[in-house]
């Protein structure tokens, strides 16, 4: 059974194809190198079929470069432009599984239905084992641990077997004879007796030679059949699969939610519930878990905590000292309970700041400086791998107009700091989680100011873009979290600058978005954490 390929629904990631595409090839909605290119008729702005369809049919029926009245059935083929991507080198849909080959766009779907690399399942009962195509047969005949041997030996034990009756028929029909000599001839019996001795002592020899074949034939026999034994044993792979457990969330804070109660989304009842409300209106703040309690700062210059081990939660209480000074549309992460403070806007100074510091809570709080970025950052993103930060996009200044696509590596070892490949286009007051070694952007203001239901991934070492499902509802300043494999995002604000308060949730490995319940409040610029799993 062949599975499907890796298919790219818009167009084709940039870094598949063996040099440089010239940006004049690109789709200007995805963003990748052009499939399947359609143009508008006036301007020939270039799209990729699959997204100038997508956008016509879920907004207006205009072009989103010239504004001009355009449907499915007017779009025109560039057929020059059509004819240079047909002849471009691109690498096989299965170049992770090892497939070298660069082929023509024109000559792909072909390569790829007949790659040798394609993943196929092994056939053996109770294997289910992905291999390439091209190993099939040597997998399925010589390594698979579930392959059908076939013991050609209990052909030897045979043919031994009936040699050794063929003999014992024999003896038995020369000892009848003996006898009946011995009863008509007692004369003869010693000679009788003496042959009887020697064939007696022939099948003995005879006998003993086949069972030590037989021995040795057994002995190889069980030394495979114990090789084979763990194999055969192993669970199906639907047997001993655990349910994924799921931690509940909390989320607090935003935009107009003074007095406004913080709520919990508990995934055994599928449902919100409200607790205690905050003690200050926390907007563009950031939060982080240090001790088994959830600090939130930013905005003021007081400090709310909750202690997350309680059996209820009751209370938001402050916290002994205050921070050195205000920021706003910052972030924290937490490094081996450390906290790393990632630019913001400083709004003593009236301006955002490039720092990296340190913040230390005591009495009284202190912030270290450690590095600078090179230059100013707010409503940005920030995630940790290892020792490193990853602080993605943001904008440089107060106007979202300024929003970029830069990346910046932070390592926290050696206070050092450098840039990164950029993101696939500029976005700021977006949400992230880290998967794995993936940083997920979901969400966020364009440069166009205009929000986005757009999720991909970045890889934290290469910088690889790997596109992921859009959202369900376009929205930004909101918060999302991940608990085991599945992303929650919540609220923010939609193209309309209405706040939300709907959740959607995406697990890794699925195809589309779903919804949860909404919250029981809208909230926008909030923050979220989740609960540890051992409290009750």
């Known amino acids: 059974m062949a599975f499907c390929t890796t298919y790219e629904k818009y167009g084709y990631d940039s870094s598949r194809f063996e040099s440089t595409v010239d940006e004049n090839l690109h ?17 020939e702005h270039i799209f990729c079929l699959v997204c100038i369809t997508e956008h016509l049919t879920v907004n207006r029926q205009n072009c989103p470069e010239c504004n001009e009245h ?56 109770n294997c289910g084992e992905k291999i390439n195509k091209r190993e099939k047969a040597h997998h399925e005949t010589e390594v698979c641990g579930f392959r059908k041997v076939e013991y050609r030996d209990y052909e030897r034990i045979q043919k031994a077997v009936e040699r050794m009756e063929g003999r014992l028929t024999e003896l ?15 004369a003869e019996m010693e000679k009788i007796v003496g042959k009887f001795d020697e ?8 006998v003993k030679e086949s069972l030590k074949e037989v021995k040795l034939v057994m002995n190889e026999m069980l030394e495979k059949l114990n090789a084979f034994q763990p194999l055969s044993k192993l669970p199906s792979s639907a047997e001993g699969m655990i349910s994924e457990h799921k931690d509940d969330i909390l989320i607090a804070g935003g935009y107009g939610m003074d007095d406004e109660p913080s709520e919990i989304y508990s995934w055994v009842k599928n449902a919100w519930f409200n607790v205690s409300p905050m003690n200050k209106e926390y907007e563009g703040a950031s939060s982080f878990i240090c001790d088994d309690k959830v600090f939130v700062v930013g905005e003021h210059r007081t400090i709310d905590t909750m202690d997350l081990n309680e059996l209820h939660l009751v209370k938001w209480e402050k916290f002994l000292s205050k921070l050195p000074c205000k920021y706003a549309y910052h972030q924290t992460v937490v490094y081996q309970q450390r906290i790393i403070h990632i630019g913001g806007n400083n709004e003593d100074e009236e301006e955002l700041c490039n720092v990296i510091g340190e913040l230390q809570l005591g009495t009284p709080c202190i912030m270290k400086e450690l590095c600078r970025m090179p230059e100013p950052r707010g409503c940005h993103s920030a995630e940790v791998f290892e020792d ?14 300024s929003a970029v696509d830069s990346v910046f590596e932070f390592d926290i070892k050696k206070n ?26 979901l969400g966020g203001l364009g440069k166009d100011e205009k929000a986005l239901n757009a999720v991909f991934m970045y890889d934290c070492k290469t910088g690889k873009i790997t ?15 991940i608990t085991g494999s599945t992303i929650v995002v919540m609220g923010g604000v939609d193209d309309d600058s209405d706040e939300l308060d709907s959740v959607e949730c995406f ?30």
Request: charged letters at 30%; proline letters at 6%; one cysteine or more.
């Open 70 to 125: 355009l449907t499915v059935d007017t779009l025109r083929r560039p057929r020059v432009v059509n004819n240079l991507l047909l002849k471009l080198k691109i690498n096989c849909e299965y170049a992770s599984r090892g497939c070298p080959e660069f082929t023509c766009v024109e000559d792909l779907k072909t390569h790829v239905e007949n790659c040798g690399y394609a993943p196929v399942l092994c056939s053996n009962e």
């Open 467 to 481: 596109n992921l499902p859009f959202m369900l509802q376009k929205r930004y300043d909101c918060c999302a979290v």
């Open 199 to 206: 064939i007696k002592h022939e099948v003995k020899k005879e």
């Open 388 to 401: 490193k930060v990853l602080i993605l996009g943001g904008q440089k200044s107060e106007s979202c107009e």
């Open 507 to 536: 697990t890794m490995g699925a195809s589309k978005w779903e919804y949860l319940p909404s919250m029981n409040s809208a909230r926008s610029k909030a923050f979220a954490e989740l609960l540890p799993s051992t409290r009750k």
């Open 172 to 186: 038995d029909e020369k000892m009848e004879s003996n006898r009946s000599e011995v009863r008509s001839n007692r």
């Open 27 to 43: 789709c200007s909605i995805c963003y990748n190198v052009l499939r399947e290119p359609r143009m508008c008729r006036n301007n």
């Open 416 to 441: 050092e700091c450098k840039e990164m490949p950029p993101l696939p286009h500029p976005v700021t007051r977006m949400a992230t989680v880290r998967w794995q070694g993936q940083a997920v952007i």
